[in-house]
């Protein structure tokens, strides 16, 4: 083991930000561009290379005619590509056998498609009418005989993908994929390769050791058959950061340097002294700056042990709006330590994944570019900058367009730079069987190399990525598509504009709220200093005898607010959005402090009432405006809607700001006064925000706080004779008791809008990518601390899949971290009060002896009030009988009918969320209709719904409905009136009588 690395570097951002336009980008980009290409030759260099992979195709089964015969916006091809990602992976039979009739029974394969696809064809004439045969309901007389004929199916598809794995995974094992490439160089002499062990990033420590073990056993394998020379010409080895450390990211860098970094250095070290590469493949776009941090530690290191080593390096994907300052950045590192990288660039994967991330986070703009062929500029861009650095870089261009090949063996033999084309195995292989007839091109094959079962994620992306219809190798398989076409110059900004920016998400008229990531390094200093000032102050209690006054002061209030302009409640509401979001820090400070939220919950949350400020002001001017209604002729009929009087308001300590904010601004915009009685732990939040109301328009007569118990202040608000309505969100028992009481009170009915939690479930099916249940199980159940009324609480996994998703989520928890919620790099913070505590130690202590403990996170902190997220496994679904609020997960077993599931998890009783795990689309759908559930989350976590996007709020006991931040919602506080009028009659009606006459 090396000794330890010096410390982290500072936060200071090492590159500008990624949230810059692409138009201003690529003003910077294309002169310099457009000067130093010729495009014309570009073409005429790579129209042969077309034609010919046209005239003389790869086999049967490359991707080319894969994409050809099915494209991925196909059904077939959709289909393919759902049963490539999952089938491999699912142990039992009755689960492969719904999945595969669920897939090809959707598809209509064309009965005339050749090889594979024949095959496939087949397939799907079988399938079609299996969900029906095979599922549940299928089990007659002849079953036996049906069931014999399903599994056939299974097993030919299965085949049939392992098949189209072979195109992307040269071997199971480094020998395997050596002897394959060995066996390549035959037929292409001087082909080199970089091995890459396939598989999902590490989610426990587990992984992330058997990750390093396969690097190290792949390292020693090259260089037991490696001769003395230069790296650049030898074979050598692709590694990812975040599969040797689960926690590879920004927010927790100081584990990085302490444990990460040591795992690397011994592959570093090993890679030096054979002589060997070894790249470090990209991340996505928030781990960059860190990524680079551990490129300059170590090649610190490097510099002091090896000088002379030039085979280290990492891959930069070009779709980053920052990846120009990423070369310039790498080649700056390697000039201060004297050493000379070997960098690969990539267009990039998931683009997607980033498209969608910055959506959800809100933040300012992309940090990828939206279009294509900006892209393409900006590979272009950053090859010229390699080529420029090449006493400090060997460039290595990783492309399957035949234009970018053509244009960067240009600008390379303009500036004579030593550089490598990469292709990846299965792909590209017509194009590079062309360039590779110039025996001055040097071409390296990037290998994946992995079990069936570790290549299903991996392949569907390549599918994705290629299958779409701008992808060049789609586009290279239709003769349709003329070379001048294909090969057209990207140098010209799109007129198109692309994506929306995030802000610009839910349209013009309702702005998305602006979000912060602390990942960025340039964004944490003004959270920092908000963090280090919050102090959340003192608030009054009320007295009972303070709810009378303040009742009547509203009811007086009441009128001219309701007769206020709908449109001027509207815009107040959206001023008040807007200083709220100004605010930002400063309210993230305050319920990191008081109500104990980790930073990236507290920005969610200011971004939530944000949302529910404009969205509310929205709906109102669309839905609460008065309408005409027809009638009989000489009539008018006018339905209005207004505010009832004054509304109570009650919200908890979970979201002191976010569902505080709905409450009040739902009752407010619909024309009602409102009593505002915030939980007693969080006081000082929703003081906050009372105070902003008022500053933004709202009258000190209109909205008032009352602060104080619930049995005294809560019950008196309620039993006050001017309440007209009653909005809680809260705990079950309470819910009733308010409903009680507003029943045994004289005078009009008192509604009542309630939202309570529940035993949140999630079911887990044999389909499922484990890694992404655990991910979406680790969110659901231990964010907030398990203090969220959508929180999972009960995790239902199909028995054939349970033992290795339970030994997952063991180590998942066991890498949380625990402590103070003001620290960025905590997971976990303290839950609300002692009580809360009290409570949840008293129900661990019960489970300790009825259940089976699967694991729990190591506490290391002495802060008061920490729970360590903790998990059992129990017998039944039965057995769990209470909400427990808190990062407390119970684990059950299923085998048999999913429907079954649902059905004990509707006995429970009552539920807020459900999350279901499948590939199974049509179990997807079936499950979700059959289950007594507010809100159903497949295939991600359960927690986090968007105002708008995803109203919220529970069935049954769970909820009195409709949802909050739904179309609906501000009905429920509004009175309907309507107002006809005869307007025929003074003398008749004039209009109809004109009408006759003429």
Not at 86 to 103: F, K, M, N, Y
Not at 286 to 297: A, F, G, M, P
Not at 613 to 621: L, P
Not at 751 to 774: F, H, K, R, W, Y
Request: hydrophobic letters at 45%; proline letters at 7%.
């Amino acid at each position: 083991m090396p000794p330890d690395f010096p410390p982290p570097p500072t936060f200071e951002p090492r590159l500008p930000t990624p949230f810059r336009r692409e138009a201003e980008l690529l003003s910077g980009l294309l002169p310099t561009l457009a000067r130093s290409l010729d495009w014309p030759r570009v073409i005429d260099t790579a129209s042969p290379w077309v034609q010919a992979v046209r005239d003389k195709p790869a086999p049967f089964w490359a991707m080319e005619s894969l994409l050809r015969e099915y494209p991925i916006s196909s059904a077939e091809g959709l289909a393919l590509m759902r049963l490539a990602e999952a089938l491999l992976r699912v142990p039992d039979t009755e689960t492969a056998i719904a999945l595969t009739a669920d897939q090809l029974g959707r598809a209509a394969f064309d009965s005339q498609a050749e090889g594979p696809h024949k095959m496939l064809a087949t397939l799907s004439a079988s399938a079609i009418g299996l969900s029906k045969k095979f599922l549940p309901d299928g089990h007659g007389e002849h079953g036996l005989i049906k069931r014999l004929g399903a599994q056939t199916v299974v097993a030919a598809t299965v085949r049939a993908i392992q098949l189209l794995g072979r195109q992307f995974v040269l071997g199971r094992s480094i020998r395997e994929a050596m002897n394959e490439a060995a066996q390549a160089r035959e037929h292409q002499p001087g082909l080199r390769f970089s091995y890459d062990m396939l598989g999902e990033g590490a989610r426990t420590e587990a992984d992330a050791r058997r990750y390093l073990a396969a690097y190290l056993n792949a390292l020693d394998a090259i260089a037991a058959q490696r001769a003395t020379g230069d790296p650049t010409t030898a074979d050598g080895i692709s590694i990812k950061l975040s599969a040797l450390f689960s926690r590879y990211e920004e927010l927790q860098r100081e584990r990085v340097f302490a444990e990460l970094l040591p795992r690397v250095w011994q592959l570093v070290e090993r890679a030096a002294r054979a002589n060997l590469n070894l790249t470090i493949d990209a991340e996505e776009s928030e781990r960059l700056e860190l990524s680079l941090d551990v490129l300059d530690s170590l090649a610190a290191r490097i510099a002091g042990t090896h000088p002379q080593w030039r085979g280290f390096g990492l891959a930069v994907q070009a779709y980053q709006t920052r990846a120009l300052d990423t070369v310039n950045e790498v080649a700056r590192i390697a000039r201060r330590h004297g050493l000379r990288f070997m960098v690969r660039l990539v267009k990039g994967a998931y683009w997607d994944g980033e498209v969608k991330r910055a959506q959800e986070l809100g933040l300012p703009g992309y940090p990828v570019f939206t279009h294509k062929h900006h892209t393409d500029i900006s590979y272009l861009a950053c090859a010229q900058a390699l080529l420029s650095h090449a006493d400090v870089v060997y460039p290595q261009f990783a492309t399957h367009n035949a234009g970018t090949i053509a244009a960067i063996l240009q600008m390379a033999r303009k500036a004579n730079a030593p550089f490598e084309m990469q292709r990846l195995h299965g792909m590209g292989e017509g194009i590079y069987r062309e360039v590779m007839k110039d025996p001055s091109v040097a071409v390296r094959v990037y290998a994946p190399v992995g079990e069936h079962r570790d290549l299903l994620a991996y392949l569907v992306r390549r599918l994705l990525e290629n299958g779409a219809n701008s992808s060049f190798v789609h586009q290279l398989a239709d003769d349709e598509v003329h070379p001048d076409e294909l090969l057209a110059s990207p140098l010209v900004p799109s007129a198109s504009p692309g994506l929306p920016l995030p802000a610009n998400l839910y349209g013009a008229q309702r702005p998305n709220s602006k979000g912060a990531d602390p990942t960025h390094r340039d964004e944490r200093a003004s959270f920092e200093a908000a963090l280090a000032s919050a102090r959340p102050q003192p608030i009054a209690l009320a007295n009972v005898a303070d709810i009378a006054p303040t009742m009547a002061r509203l009811q007086h209030g009441q009128h001219p607010w309701t007769r206020t302009p709908l449109s001027a409640r509207a815009n107040t509401l959206r001023r008040a959005a807007d200083m709220l979001e100004a605010r930002l820090p400063e309210f993230c400070g305050l319920l990191v402090r008081e109500a104990h939220k980790t930073l990236g919950d507290a920005i969610a949350e200011v971004r939530e009432a944000v949302d529910f400020c404009r969205y509310y002001a929205e709906q109102a001017e669309e839905r609460l405006a008065p309408q005409s209604l027809p009638g009989p002729t000489g009539e008018s009929n006018e339905l209005s809607l207004h505010g009832r009087g004054v509304f109570v308001c009650i919200s908890p300590w979970n979201f002191p700001l976010a569902i505080f904010t709905g409450q009040v601004v739902a009752a407010l915009v619909a024309g009602n006064c409102v009593a505002a009685k915030p939980a007693e732990q969080t006081p000082a939040v929703a003081q906050r925000m009372v105070a902003l109301l008022h500053d933004a328009g709202v009258p000190r007569d209109t909205l008032a706080l009352l602060h104080g118990p619930g049995e005294t202040i809560g019950a008196g608000l309620v039993a006050d004779e001017r309440t007209a309505g009653v909005c809680f969100t809260g705990s079950t028992a309470v819910a009733k008791a308010i409903n009680r009481a507003l029943a045994a009170k004289d005078g009009p009915i008192v509604p009542l809008i309630a939202e309570t939690g529940g035993i949140n479930a999630m079911v887990v099916d044999s389909t499922a990518l484990p890694e992404q249940v655990i991910d979406a199980v680790v969110q659901s159940a231990f964010r907030s601390a398990g203090q969220r009324c959508s929180a999972l609480r009960l995790l239902c996994v199909h028995e054939s899949v349970a033992d290795p998703v339970i030994e997952m989520l063991r180590g998942a928890m066991a890498e949380l971290t625990l402590g103070d919620p003001a620290r960025l790099e905590t997971d976990v913070g303290p839950v609300i009060d002692d009580e809360a505590f009290e409570t949840l130690q008293r129900h661990i202590a019960r489970l300790r002896r009825e259940a089976m403990l699967i694991g729990e996170t190591p506490l290391h902190s002495t802060l008061p009030r920490l729970v360590a997220p903790i998990a059992f496994e129990l017998p039944r679904i039965a057995d769990v009988k209470q909400e427990i609020f808190g990062p407390v997960l119970h684990v059950v077993r299923w085998r048999g009918a999913p429907e079954a599931v649902i059905a004990e998890v509707n006995a429970l009783g009552y539920g807020l969320t459900l999350g279901l795990q499948t590939r199974i689309d049509g179990r997807a759908h079936q499950l979700a209709d059959a289950a007594h559930i507010g809100n159903v989350y497949v295939n991600r976590n359960m927690i986090g719904a968007v105002v708008g996007v995803q109203p919220f709020g529970g069935e049954g006991l769970s909820g009195t409905g409709p949802k909050a931040g739904g179309p609906h919602y501000l009905y429920r506080f509004c009175a309907e009136r309507t107002l006809t009028i005869n307007t025929a009659a003074a003398g008749g009606n004039a209009a109809l009588l004109a009408g006759l006459r003429n």
